[in-house]
């Protein structure tokens, strides 16, 4: 991957690795050209770096790509959601993807338009979790989340995570679901050798390393990227967790991870109330998410910043 220039005094990214990387060579007590033959030595992205380069990245000349990025924090055991997520102007650039003026917001929803919305988690000890966990299994309609008598079951699924968004009146706007398991139970339900009731009923003790999203929606952008950035967050935040996988039937949530460059893993056809319709997989390594702008944005909004974005959402600012 080739290096992308950017503006010396404005540029943001350059300002927060720039500092990184000149803090990091020189608490280690090496020399551009030491952490050059270093580098060079680690990956063979950086096959043909020279210690100009070096020099231009450490004074925001230029860069490298996100990829590098994450490739250079992960060889000294950190992460860039820990040095983005200490940046304010990155982090301002971050709340653009989940406020809009209330004027600027445009829904697809019958019954919502620039109402304000909370965000709540539901456990399965919430009264009315088998309500809205049949309901968002309804919504996706994909053929592997199926599962049997959710009420006099709920003591088996703990494991779901579900965050919904909720306008006035209660009317529900948004929501997401995911659970914490392993790749491998992942790679299987993604080719079709399990599903989910099998999944939540598993005896095996699991030793997670990875999210599974089973379904995420929103009736405008803003909700959308709100509820995204929850399972976001968890993820970067859990360092155990190795892989990020999705598996959902919504086209338009599809086209949305398409559009953040993220490659499908695998795409099946299938059968859905007397229509067909496709089944798409996405699994993405954590070195992968640290490299995507797009999810590194939402993966460093925690819990309480997402409250204070919202809260100032709703009050037009």
């Known amino acids: ?10 540029d943001k ?10 803090h990091t060579r020189q608490n280690n007590d090496l020399s551009q050209e030491q952490l050059c033959l270093y580098l060079r030595k680690q990956s063979s992205l950086f096959y043909n770096l020279d210690t100009i380069t070096v020099s231009r990245w450490e004074r925001g000349v ?16 950190q992460e860039l959601v820990d040095i983005y997520g200490n940046d304010n102007e990155f982090l301002t650039e971050c709340t653009k993807l989940l406020a809009l003026p209330i004027n600027q917001r445009k829904s697809s929803h019958p019954y919502y338009r620039s109402d304000e919305y909370v965000i709540e988690e539901i456990n399965n000890q919430h009264p009315c979790f088998h309500l809205i966990l049949g309901m968002i299994l309804q919504y996706e309609d994909n053929p592997c989340l199926s599962l049997d ?21 209660g009317q529900v706007v948004g929501h997401c679901l995911f659970l914490e398991t ?11 050798k399990i599903n989910l009731q099998q999944m ?20 405008t952008t803003q909700i959308e990227n709100s509820l995204m950035s929850i399972y976001m967050n968890h993820f970067a935040t859990r360092k155990y ?7 959902v039937c919504d086209d338009v949530f599809t086209k949305k991870l398409n559009s953040a460059k993220l490659v499908p893993f695998k795409v099946q056809s299938v059968a859905k109330k007397n229509k067909k319709g496709d089944i798409t997989s996405f699994l993405i390594s ?19 910043s997402l409250s204070e974005i919202l809260d100032l959402s709703v009050k037009g600012k």
């Open 62 to 77: 230029n860069i490298p790509s996100l990829a590098k990025q994450a490739e250079i924090v992960e060889l000294y055991n």
């Open 286 to 304: 954590r070195s992968e998410v640290m490299a995507n702008r797009f999810l590194l944005k939402l993966a460093v909004i925690t819990p309480s």
């Open 200 to 219: 939540t009923q598993s005896e095996v003790l699991r030793h997670s390393n990875a999210v599974l999203v089973i379904s995420s929606a929103g009736a």
């Open 182 to 192: 392993t790749s491998k139970e992942i790679l299987e339900l993604l080719n079709f």
């Open 241 to 247: 967790l190795s892989y990020l996988g999705f598996s």
């Open 1 to 10: 991957m080739t290096s992308t220039a950017y503006c010396c005094v404005n």
């Open 13 to 22: 990214d350059s300002h927060v690795f720039s500092k990184f990387l000149r």
């Open 149 to 169: 008598d959710i009420d006099s079951n709920r003591h088996r699924l703990s494991e779901l995570k579900i965050s919904i968004a909720s306008a006035f009146g």
